[in-house]
């Protein structure tokens, strides 16, 4: 039996509706695309094969911006309500890793700028050309990702990596000796605030906010307590650099990757320190004189307020701020880890989406939680080119489901809450 | 119920990647226990090692595994497939694999600063090994030619090659 043409009308008003009602949601994939998830959720692959992805938004329209690592921007739509995109257009070029909407303007950046396109409402794609919003930031390769966000002043923050290890000469090889980072940390190892809406600054037009971290892949706007928290990936190799102190598995468990509140004038500690997350104390590196043992000269760096394990590589973090998942999800974040390579020989880990509970403050508790899992396809790998997917981007959907991207395969996951138990 | 299930599957996931690893043998305990041809306990999963070559190159061999899991596998993994982006696989690599050992030598030496703008293609940089001694350094470099070279070179590289290596500046 046909629908009647009032009931097609009634269908077609629910698919285009603005964001779906939880009734609405796709139907799940019987595999949930290959991940492991917490009871009642389920996920769908929305696009798969793509190229390798970086981070990713969504419009308020449902529609996916997804920046590739060495491409364009990928951008999705759903156009019958399926939860599986049908539409898939690439625009731009350069890679790259940060994307946000901002005011109607889609900003991302390459390594080395920051762009943003106009978006036309209802057009999946930008009519016009990109501006430069930020031009000729350090670009040295190694930790050359420039994320950025827009804080509650609605000022534009950017990283700037620092293309090292811990500044060790010769860097990442034993009895590396320290260098002094006054000079290199002027202009790396920090974040910079810009105008959002003024065209080809440089590095030097920038207000420098923060500095001494070694590569922060992760910032965002915390809507309760207004702050921008970021995460900034920890070093290699201290076994390489210091066998007489270190361990194959100190090296695995050590150091923390870490969670920070940013500051104004915050120094976060590297090159000269680590934060040791079995010890729970801030230790020397051994290019500074440490031996594994030695700690941190106290209260001049801040102490982590998340400590993950070693070496997960911590990517782009999503504040919940939907309804469709549990209470207990709400307010709190989602950080996607793209999973270690320096735990060698050790397995690697951390393949995964973990869940940051936030208090009512806006700030986080402490801890964390593997949500989503099995995006790697093996519990231990030996190295990372044996990992089907690595979760890298996720982002929040209107109706308050939540994307993740891959960095490897392409794939793009949307997770939802439908509550049964399976 | 449902909570119930939510919180026995947080937990066991907690419980999992909080696990501490078991202690691993330290390499001296390995070397003791453990012949220089069969492969390594954590890369089980990795294609194994194929037996050192006969003859001469014995006694370098057996060390340079050593070295290499001490040197190389960091970076490039203990089956040599480096990390995407970041460092480039070994499996096969034309500097390897050629019979004059004077290109890999100098790599070796001295780090991926010799590759000039083929470095561009990997995010990280390749440190001077240039504190190996020759001997370590010859018996790394048979090594690395004898599991990752295809086909691998046939002869075992020698001291004196990787003394001339270092003798000159930059690539051969």
Request: proline share 10%.
């Amino acid at each position: 039996m046909h629908p009647s043409p009032l009931t097609r009308f009634l269908l077609l008003g629910l698919l285009t509706a603005g964001p779906a009602l939880a009734a609405n949601l796709p139907k799940p994939d019987a595999d949930n695309g290959g991940l492991t998830l917490p009871a009642g959720f389920r996920a769908l692959v929305v696009a798969d094969k793509l190229k390798p992805l970086r981070n990713l938004v969504v419009a308020d329209n449902g529609d996916l911006y997804i920046k590739t690592r060495q491409a364009g921007i990928i951008a999705l739509r759903d156009t019958d309500g399926d939860g599986r995109a049908d539409q898939t257009e690439e625009f731009g070029e350069g890679g790259g890793t940060g994307i946000a909407i901002h005011n109607g303007w889609l900003y991302h950046s390459t390594d080395s700028a920051i762009y943003r396109y106009k978006l036309t409402p209802g057009q999946l794609v930008p009519a016009g050309p990109a501006e430069r919003i930020v031009r000729d930031l350090p670009n040295k390769r190694q930790h050359s990702a420039k994320v950025f966000a827009f804080g509650a002043d609605g000022q534009l923050y950017v990283e700037v990596g620092s293309p090292s290890n811990a500044l060790g000469q010769p860097d990442r090889a034993k009895g590396a000796v320290g260098q002094d980072p006054t000079e290199f940390l002027k202009t790396h190892g920090g974040y910079w605030r810009f105008d959002p809406d003024k065209p080809d600054q440089t590095q030097a037009d920038g207000h420098h906010v923060s500095t001494g971290h070694r590569h922060s892949t992760t910032i965002a706007l915390n809507p309760v307590s207004k702050k921008l928290f970021i995460a900034i990936h920890g070093r290699d190799q201290l076994n390489t650099v210091a066998p007489q102190f270190y361990s194959e598995e100190d090296n695995a468990e050590n150091p923390a990757e870490v969670l920070h509140v940013l500051e104004e004038g915050a120094d976060f500690g590297w090159p000269t320190t680590y934060w040791d997350p079995r010890a729970k104390q801030r230790k020397l590196n051994p290019e500074y004189g440490g031996d594994g043992k030695k700690l941190a000269p106290a209260g001049k760096f801040p102490d982590p307020l998340v400590a993950f394990p070693a070496h997960w590589s911590p990517m782009q973090l999503a504040f919940y701020s939907g309804t469709q998942f549990p209470e207990k999800y709400r307010g709190g974040a989602f950080l996607a880890f793209q999973g270690s390579w320096n735990r060698a020989p050790k397995p690697q880990r951390g393949y995964n989406v973990t869940f940051i509970p936030f208090n009512k403050s806006g700030f986080p508790v402490g801890t964390f939680e593997v949500f989503a899992d099995g995006f790697s396809g093996a519990k231990d790998l030996a190295s990372p080119g044996d990992a089907k997917h690595r979760p890298n981007g996720v982002a929040v959907g209107p109706d308050g489901s939540l994307y993740v991207s891959d960095a490897t395969a392409g794939r793009v996951w949307r997770i939802i809450y439908t509550g049964e138990n399976r | 119920m449902r909570a119930l299930l939510l919180v026995l599957a947080t937990l066991s996931l907690v419980a999992c990647h909080r696990r501490e690893p078991e202690p691993a043998p330290t390499s001296a305990e390995k070397s003791a226990t453990t012949p220089p041809s069969a492969p390594a306990p954590v890369a089980a999963t990795a294609e194994t090692p194929p037996p050192p070559a006969s003859g001469g190159a014995t006694v370098a061999s057996a060390d340079g595994e050593q070295l290499f899991q001490q040197n190389c596998a960091t970076c490039h993994m203990a089956d040599g497939s480096g990390v995407p982006f970041l460092q480039p696989s070994i499996r096969g690599s034309a500097w390897i694999s050629n019979e004059n050992p004077q290109l890999l030598l100098s790599l070796i030496l001295r780090g991926s600063a010799v590759l000039g703008e083929a470095a561009q293609a990997y995010e990280n940089d390749m440190a001077p090994f240039d504190h190996l001694s020759d001997v370590e350094i010859a018996a790394l470099a048979t090594r690395v030619r004898e599991r990752f070279g295809q086909p691998p070179p046939s002869k075992p590289v020698t001291p004196d090659e990787v003394a001339i290596a270092r003798s000159r500046p930059g690539l051969p």
